[in-house]
């Protein structure tokens, strides 16, 4: 079992910025790749940036790169999103995620842990 508690949303003017933390308790968290989901009611929780288990290799949805950085520190079973000049569009819950192996994955069936999500706002 892993358990992922997430931090860090709130709301924010936009061109602001925000660090989301996802901590991590339980499995091996340096093991596993890891995730940042963001959903809007009514609609599918879509990746927003996603990394391996050593934080060598990152991905990024197109709308957030340059703007958002994931990282993680193994030694403190730790997940971060900093997510700069921020847009009305990012307003969303965004949920971090454990994947079942070590690798960068892409698909939200790929996941098998969810944190219980943190509303992030962002105003015009």
């Known amino acids: 079992q892993v358990q992922l508690v997430e931090s860090g949303g709130g709301l924010v003017q936009a061109g602001g910025s925000l660090t989301l933390s996802c901590a991590a308790s339980g499995r091996t968290f340096s093991s596993v790749g890891m995730g940042w989901f963001r959903q809007a009611p009514g609609k599918e929780r879509d990746l927003v940036a996603a990394i391996n288990r050593s934080g060598g290799t990152t991905y990024y949805r197109d709308s957030v790169k340059v703007r958002f950085t994931i990282s993680r520190d193994n030694a403190k079973n730790t997940m971060y999103l900093q997510m700069n000049s921020l847009k009305t569009e990012d307003t969303d819950v965004y949920y971090c995620?454990?994947?079942?192996?070590?690798?960068?994955?892409?698909?939200?069936?790929?996941?098998?842990?969810w944190g219980q999500g943190t509303q992030v706002t962002v105003s015009s």
């Open positions: 995620a454990a994947a079942r192996s070590s690798s960068v994955y892409l698909r939200s069936q790929e996941y098998d842990y």
